[in-house]
């Protein structure tokens, strides 16, 4: 069984919109984007 996640990366179109539904659906804490 997973304790906890320290990281995970998922590429998307739209990195604003996807930091905001990460954000409100699951509470996540979202850093920012990385070049």
Known sequence: MIGNINHIAIA???VEAAATRWRSA???SVSAPQD
Do not use: K, S
Request: overall charge negative; proline content about 17%.
């Open 26 to 28: 699951l509470g996540a």
């Open 12 to 14: 998307v179109p739209d």
